[in-house]
């Protein structure tokens, strides 16, 4: 059993900015870094649109700068990855993965949000043997190699744009005729020579043998039933919100986000808080992130004092 104040979920932006906050404000805040420490950030390369880095920043030493801030303003940041939550009771407890039950007064959910799968039992067969749901993690496997990356919004265009630059070939299989990516990530693909889009596209199958994947058939909006060779499949469909602990128990959207007061980072229980990609489908970028993060540290001493 462990007792504080303050407990944050979450090791990207949103806690590590939280913790900041909350640390300084003498909460000394526990905070756990779940199952992905640095979050969603560290499946990227360079970030270039984090204001105060006019040549970019690498997306590990920022996010290692942001844990080493938290902690040297005395943030106890642990490993470890909520299991259970308890929001009925007072105070809030929180079941850790290694047995630990933590007791807190306030609650900051910083829980960030995971990579979806298309569902296939294919894709499942072939994860980690050439399925992959991070270009930058794993496109070094991929040198000179052909690979495809499903998807056409902002995050399957990065992947893309990333794996061109290792690749032969890089295909985007894509279920509409139009990309819901920004403008720049759109000319960026599409000025990438060795990027072919397959339009109207969806995945039947991932192919492979013992060595891993080989190759995807893919069905045409015409009908068309035809395979492309590749040795890497990478998904860029998107993210789901990690809130699975707390389902009955907070207010969550339809997709499972929380739900918070408009302006702030007020959950439908008091005293408990969110902050980051877990309450916003909408903008999920590093910064903003860091901003709720902010946010949630600030009402919860608001909270506290009151
Ligand atoms: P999005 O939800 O924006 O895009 C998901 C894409 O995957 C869409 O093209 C969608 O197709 C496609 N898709 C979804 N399900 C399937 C399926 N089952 N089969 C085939 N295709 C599918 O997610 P992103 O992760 O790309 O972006 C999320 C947010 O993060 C956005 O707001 C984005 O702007 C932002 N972002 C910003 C970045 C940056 O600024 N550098 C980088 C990455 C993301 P359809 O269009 O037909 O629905």
Known sequence: MSQTRCLILGGGPAGYTAAIYASRAGLAPVLYEGME?????????????????????????LVGEMRAQAASFGADIRRGTAVKAELGVRPFRISIDDGTVVESEVL??????????????????????????????????????????VGGGDSACEEASYLSGLCSKVYMIVRRDVLRASKAMQQKVM??????????????????????VTGVRLLRKDGEVFDIEVDGFFLGIGHH????????????????????????????????????????P?????????????????????????
């Open 108 to 149: 900051i959910i910083a829980t960030g949000a995971t990579a979806r799968y298309l569902g296939l039992p294919s894709e499942q067969k072939f994860r980690g043997l050439g399925v992959s749901a991070c270009a930058t993690c794993d496109g070094f496997f991929y040198r000179k190699k052909r690979v495809a990356v």
């Open 241 to 280: 919100p990690n809130t699975e602990i707390f389902e009955g128990q907070l207010k969550l959207d339809e997709n499972g986000y929380i739900v918070t007061v408009p302006g702030t980072s007020l959950t439908s229980v008091e005293g408990v808080f969110a902050a980051g990609d877990v309450q916003d």
């Open 37 to 61: 420490p640095g979050g969603q950030l560290t499946t990227t390369t360079v970030v270039e649109n984090y204001p105060g880095f006019s040549s970019g920043v690498d997306a590990n030493t």
């Open 191 to 212: 000025s990438r020579e060795n990027i072919e889009i397959l339009w109207n596209c969806n995945t039947q199958e991932v192919l492979g043998d013992a060595s891993g």
């Open 282 to 306: 909408r903008y999920r970028q590093a910064i903003t992130a860091a901003a709720s993060g902010c946010k949630a540290a600030l009402d919860v001493e608001k909270y506290l004092a009151q």
